[in-house]
Structures are given as C-alpha cells and as structure tokens.
C-alpha cells in the first residue's frame, strides 16, 4: 500500500503525489496468438499506483487522503468523481495538451500482469503544481515511483520530499516499476529518492536498485540508505529491513 496511515485522529492526513490513469484491463485465460484473436474480458477502470494507493488508504481507516496528480481534461471529470465517491479529496491539474495516462493491462490465467503504458500527462506534473502549502495538516507524504521517470515529474517528486524534510513529515515511495528503472538506471531513481524515510519495492525492483540477486540481502542492502525498507514478494508476504 502506501506506506502506512498515520496513526492517531491527530497525527493528520496522508498525501499521496502520483499518477492518475484510466487502465483498460484485458483479462485473457489463453496465451496470447500472435497475429490473430485472443478472448478476453475487457474493463476500462479508473486506476493508477497513485490514486490505488489512495483508495486503498481510505478503505483500510484513513480518514483524510489527498491525492495530487495531473490528468488530462479529457478524462478528469470522471476521475475525480470516481475518487470523491470512494473518500479520497482529489487535487488534480488538469492539463490542456495531454490526454491522461492510459494503461492497457493485460492480465493472464495465472494473474501475471503486462503493461502496455501511454504516461499521457501524468509525468507533465511539472513545478507550478507543487506547492508546500500542499503539506499544511499532513501527517505522511507518499509519492508514486512514476513521477521519478521523466525529468518535469521528478522535480516535483524532489520538491514535495524536500518541503516534507523541511517540516520532519515521513515520506514513503514505491518505485513503480523496474522496466523503468532500468531504463532509467538505479544510480538516477535512488539519487532521487535520497531523504525519503520508506522504500516499498518488489522482488525485481529491489534487484535493479541495489543489483544484489537474492531479494533478502537486496533488502539490507537497501536499508543502508533508507531507514525502513519493504520488499514485497506477491503471494509469499514481504521482506521488512529496517536500518
């Protein structure tokens, strides 16, 4: 998830900086035939690590989540009603020349996911949408590992981390994807993180970051950087090291 709620009915809300994405989700119980029809259930839902995160918060007991994301006005009406109706407070810039992200997410018998990725505006988030006035009354600043693969979105990643240091406010990241990060190498992804409290990586993920192959040591080798690290490991739990 996101990183935790903070705790307590004083501890203040959890904001969550991230990606906002219509997924069209195929679900296809064949392998797929090159060159010719495959069937499948086909969903278009709202989605993105970003705004899950959010959901998933509010549906595990946190009572004030904010989202801030950029989506295209095409689709931005229908994202925020989808986001108020499940008790997130959205804050989205709505951009004018991109359309918002779009995910087509092929699903197979065995639940395995392949993504096919349009970032539309979501790494358009750019520094005129940050604001550290964004922090006032949060408690725990999430940030969607997304946002640290394009150059405009990654400085505001870096802006919201520095505002949240500045006012000792915890910051949890969860880097998304490691098709991304080796396209954009470790060495940039974790420069980028630098300062953040808690890092929530998959087994791959963890892998690339530190390129140690066995996930545990990968764990601890992460840990070295940031005080608690959380590799996730699908259906056998998560590995927890902490400093």
């Not at 994405?21 to 259930?41: I, K, Q, S, W």
Request: proline letters at 4%; hydrophobic letters at 50%.
């Amino acid at each position: 998830m996101s990183g935790g709620c903070p705790a307590g009915g004083d501890a203040g809300a959890l904001l969550i900086v991230g990606d906002v994405v219509t997924d069209v989700v195929a679900r296809h119980r064949t392998p797929l035939t090159h060159g010719t029809d495959t069937a499948a259930e086909i969903r278009t839902l709202p989605g993105g690590a970003g705004a899950n995160a959010a959901c998933w918060a509010v549906a595990t007991g946190c009572a004030d989540v904010r989202l801030l994301g950029r989506v295209g006005a095409d689709a931005a009406g229908w994202h925020e009603e989808r986001l108020r109706a499940a008790g997130v407070r959205p804050l989205l810039v709505v951009d004018d020349e991109a359309a918002t992200a779009t995910v087509v997410s092929l699903v197979d018998a065995f639940a395995e996911r392949t993504f096919l990725t349009d970032s539309g505006a979501v790494l358009r988030l750019c520094a005129a949408d940050w604001s550290d006035s964004l922090l006032d009354g949060v408690g725990r600043l999430h940030i969607s590992g997304y946002l640290f693969f394009a150059a405009t979105s990654r400085q505001v990643a870096r802006a919201a981390v520095e505002s949240a240091r500045a006012r000792d406010i915890p910051v949890s990241v969860d880097p998304a994807s490691a098709g991304f990060i080796a396209n954009l190498g470790a060495k940039v992804f974790l420069a980028a993180a630098d300062g953040v409290h808690v890092l929530l990586p998959n087994t791959d993920e963890a892998r690339l970051l530190t390129g140690v192959p066995d996930a545990e040591k990968a764990a601890a080798e992460l840990s070295r950087r940031f005080p608690l690290v959380v590799v996730t490991l699908g259906p056998d739990g998560a590995l927890v090291a902490a400093d």
